[in-house]
């Protein structure tokens, strides 16, 4: 199949642009991912690999936001927390922006695998057949990964509900 | 609260109960997480940007020329191997044998030995220019010309 760089980054922007949101959470941060993404595949004169292979672009963004996120130094968001809070208790506003935030903390901690598999899984809905090919890994790897991946964040995010509540 | 919409899971061994109903929402909140329209168009110009035009076009676009390029050069080495290569006179014995001679002594043996055993004028004349390899084929085809005429002036 023979594509254009043109077409081939047009139908992917919003597709690369929203998995490195979901994980990094931050726009700006979110964009530099995907432009590192797209350079990334434009470097490596796959083109047509990757048209084919959505579920790639998706696994490569997703890897790169995690990279991201594990660099990242402690930033606070200014923008846009006021408007979103519109509508809703202020208390529960807080606690649920510092469960996002304790998410994506309980993200850097897990080892690379295993948060590359929770984001594909829970944040892309990628079914486990896919991921396993996508990784190399069976199945059962998977699943594990996915298990242990749970586990962490449970204990990390429900000792950070705990802080909260106080 | 809501509870969210499960991904495709494919029946795992899912420890259900490990997240509280505020982690599971936070969950989905990231996934409901989405670019705007300006971010898609600020990161395709960016994009576009970033990487050279003439480099956009698809590799197989990028490198068409170059193989029409090897492709044509290729098919005529082909056709000038079957049409010239098979049909290419042997050269006499002695100038096969004594391929470290100057192109000289070689021209020299094969305007000998054809003026003596065949005299046809124009062939003895190509075969020496054939093998003269770039030589000034003028004075070659001249000396020939000329020593294969005092040849014939002589037989008479």
Same mark, same amino acid.
């Given at each position: 199949?023979?594509?254009?760089?043109e077409?081939f980054?047009?139908?992917?922007a919003?597709?690369?642009l929203?998995?490195a949101l979901?994980?990094?959470?931050i726009p700006?941060?979110?964009e530099?991912?995907?432009?590192e993404?797209?350079?990334?595949?434009?470097?490596?004169?796959?083109?047509?690999?990757?048209?084919?292979q959505p579920? /790639?672009?998706?696994?490569m963004?997703?890897r790169?936001?995690?990279?991201?996120?594990r &660099?990242? &130094?402690?930033t606070?968001?200014l923008d846009?927390?006021?408007?979103?809070?519109?509508?809703?208790d202020?208390?529960?506003?807080?606690?649920?922006?510092?469960?996002?935030?304790?998410?994506?903390?309980?993200?850097?901690?897990l080892?690379?695998?295993?948060?590359?598999v929770?984001?594909?899984?829970?944040?892309e809905?990628?079914?486990?057949s896919?991921?396993?090919?996508l990784?190399?890994?069976?199945?059962?790897?998977?699943a &594990?990964? /996915?298990?242990?991946?749970?586990?962490r964040?449970?204990?990390?995010?429900?000792?950070?509900?705990?802080?909260?509540?106080? | 609260?809501?509870?969210?919409d499960?991904?495709?899971?494919n029946?795992?061994?899912w420890?259900e109960?490990?997240?509280?109903?505020?982690?599971?929402?936070?969950?989905v909140?990231?996934?409901?997480?989405v670019?705007?329209?300006?971010m898609?168009?600020?990161?395709?110009?960016?994009?576009?940007?970033? =990487?050279?035009p003439d480099e956009?076009?698809?590799?197989?676009?990028?490198h068409l020329? =170059?193989?029409?390029?090897?492709?044509g050069a290729?098919?005529?080495?082909?056709?000038?191997?079957?049409?010239?290569g098979?049909r290419q %006179?042997?050269? %006499?014995?002695?100038?096969q044998?004594? =391929?470290?001679?100057s192109?000289?002594?070689?021209i020299?043996?094969?305007?000998?030995s054809?003026?003596k055993?065949?005299?046809?004028l124009e062939?003895?004349?190509?075969k020496a220019?054939?093998?003269?390899?770039g030589?000034?084929?003028?004075?070659?085809?001249?000396?020939?010309?000329e020593?294969?005429?005092?040849?014939?002036?002589?037989?008479?």
């Amino acid at each position: 199949m023979s594509v254009s760089w043109e077409e081939f980054v047009t139908k992917h922007a919003q597709a690369v642009l929203d998995s490195a949101l979901r994980v990094v959470a931050i726009p700006a941060d979110a964009e530099d991912v995907a432009q590192e993404v797209f350079l990334e595949i434009f470097r490596s004169k796959r083109l047509s690999e990757f048209a084919d292979q959505p579920a /790639l672009i998706r696994k490569m963004a997703n890897r790169r936001a995690l990279d991201r996120l594990r &660099k990242r &130094k402690p930033t606070s968001e200014l923008d846009g927390r006021e408007l979103d809070s519109q509508g809703h208790d202020p208390s529960e506003y807080a606690i649920a922006a510092e469960l996002d935030k304790r998410l994506r903390d309980g993200l850097t901690f897990l080892p690379m695998r295993e948060a590359e598999v929770f984001c594909l899984i829970t944040f892309e809905g990628c079914s486990v057949s896919e991921i396993a090919e996508l990784l190399n890994i069976s199945q059962g790897a998977v699943a &594990k990964s /996915l298990c242990k991946a749970r586990g962490r964040l449970s204990t990390t995010l429900g000792i950070a509900r705990t802080e909260v509540r106080q | 609260m809501n509870e969210p919409d499960q991904p495709n899971r494919n029946s795992l061994p899912w420890p259900e109960a490990a997240f509280s109903a505020e982690l599971e929402a936070a969950i989905v909140r990231a996934r409901q997480r989405v670019a705007s329209p300006e971010m898609v168009e600020r990161l395709t110009a960016n994009v576009l940007r970033l =990487t050279p035009p003439d480099e956009h076009r698809s590799f197989a676009a990028r490198h068409l020329n =170059t193989v029409w390029i090897w492709g044509g050069a290729i098919a005529a080495a082909i056709v000038l191997f079957f049409s010239y290569g098979f049909r290419q %006179p042997q050269l %006499p014995k002695v100038v096969q044998e004594n =391929t470290s001679l100057s192109s000289i002594t070689k021209i020299s043996l094969v305007r000998f030995s054809y003026s003596k055993i065949d005299e046809d004028l124009e062939r003895a004349e190509a075969k020496a220019m054939e093998v003269s390899e770039g030589l000034e084929l003028a004075i070659i085809r001249f000396e020939i010309r000329e020593s294969l005429e005092r040849f014939y002036n002589w037989s008479e």
